[in-house]
């Protein structure tokens, strides 16, 4: 099992790229911003929360068109990134979801993290929306709501999601699929939005900038008891 110490270090065992790793960043921060600003902060499983938004996305090389990217540093180091991916899909297969929670399973041993990781299927999604624990619910809405370029509404994400899989084999090209999923996430913002003492469509990139620099030192364990680490919130 691989010692981490720091999620940045996970993120270079793992050789996570860039544009991957702010990405998760950001949906960390969002998802921390937001459980802060409950009525009820006490709703939410704060540590568990954060580890679960760093680690989300882990696996998500496997499922990049390399070519047709508008990433840029992937652009100019592109045969190194589809020698990575060509490694990690040796490693851990070309479903971005099962990859991510072997990774993580690598890291961590703590069962309930490694569900909540599962949780990227539109049935998952039902399950957020459905269920009354609003951990699962945060961690399911914050990444609805960060796209390549920063803080968005679910719409403008939505948008993003559909022009960028157009004609592509994944779920994420099926147009029913994706107005299904849309739908659930807005519903689900709108019972976050409920319990909130903010806004949640005042959010953006300022709000969370904060909160992002202070996210590259929190530690996951390797033990069932999860994370440790420094207090994001400012």
Excluded at 59 to 74: A, Q, R
Excluded at 130 to 159: H, N, Q
């Amino acid at each position: 099992m691989a010692q981490v110490h720091t999620i940045q270090e996970a993120y270079e065992r793992y050789r996570v790229p860039p544009n991957l790793q702010t990405h998760m960043y950001w949906v960390t921060a969002m998802a921390v911003y937001v459980s802060d600003h409950l009525l009820d902060p006490t709703q939410v499983r704060r540590d568990f929360l954060i580890a679960a938004c760093l680690l989300h996305d882990m696996g998500n090389i496997v499922k990049f068109d390399l070519d047709k990217t508008p990433d840029s540093h992937i652009q100019e180091h592109k045969e190194y990134w589809r020698k990575v991916q060509q490694e990690v899909k040796a490693l851990y297969g070309d479903d971005e979801g099962v990859a991510t929670v072997v990774m993580a399973r690598e890291i961590t041993q703590n069962e309930e993290l490694l569900r909540l990781l599962g949780m990227s299927s539109l049935s998952k999604i039902m399950h957020a929306h459905e269920s009354s624990d609003m951990t699962i619910k945060i961690f399911r809405y914050a990444d609805e709501r960060i796209s390549p370029k920063g803080v968005v509404t679910v719409d403008e994400r939505y948008d993003d999601i559909a022009k960028r899989y157009k004609g592509r084999d994944h779920p994420l090209a099926d147009a029913k699929y994706l107005a299904q999923r849309r739908q659930l996430v807005q519903e689900m913002e709108k019972q976050i939005q409920t319990a909130s003492s903010i806004s949640l469509q005042s959010i953006t990139s300022n709000t969370l900038d904060t909160y992002v620099r202070k996210l590259t030192t929190f530690v996951i364990t390797s033990h069932n008891e999860l994370v440790g680490g420094q207090n994001v919130k400012t």
